[in-house]
């Protein structure tokens, strides 16, 4: 099993940044590519952002093109979503994602583990 522990949400106000970490523990080696979604309040979860296993590919939603940045340090066990811009509708739950396969879009049954989530709130 793999567990993933999610930190670095909080309160911003719009224009401003934050940077969620994503800990990862247990069976890591079985774990492959990452990513971040968003859960708005009453919206389908979506993904936000991808990372293969060697941090050599990334996806990313149009949306956050050119604001965010997600990265991983494998020799932590970290992934990493650098927000900045932040828009008042990219507030909600922040859910890290974990899969044994290379898969890097956003099919959210591909991902076999999953964290907590941390919130993000952004005021305008």
């Known amino acids: 099993q793999v567990q993933l522990v999610e930190s670095g949400g909080g309160l911003v106000q719009a224009g401003g940044s934050l940077r969620l970490s994503c800990s990862a523990s247990?069976?890591?080696?079985?774990?492959?590519?990452m990513a971040w979604y968003r859960q708005a309040p009453g919206k389908q979860r979506e993904l936000v952002a991808s990372i293969t296993g060697s941090g050599g590919s990334t996806n990313y939603a149009d949306s956050v093109k050119g604001r965010f940045t997600i990265a991983r340090d494998n020799a932590k066990n970290t992934l990493y979503l650098q927000m900045n811009s932040l828009k008042p509708e990219e507030k909600g739950g922040y859910y890290c994602?974990?899969?044994?396969?290379?898969?890097?879009?956003?099919?959210?049954?591909?991902?076999?583990?999953w964290g907590q989530g941390t919130q993000v709130t952004v005021s305008s």
């Open positions: 994602a974990a899969t044994r396969t290379s898969y890097l879009g956003g099919s959210d049954y591909v991902y076999d583990y």
């Open positions: 247990g069976i890591i080696f079985s774990i492959n590519a």
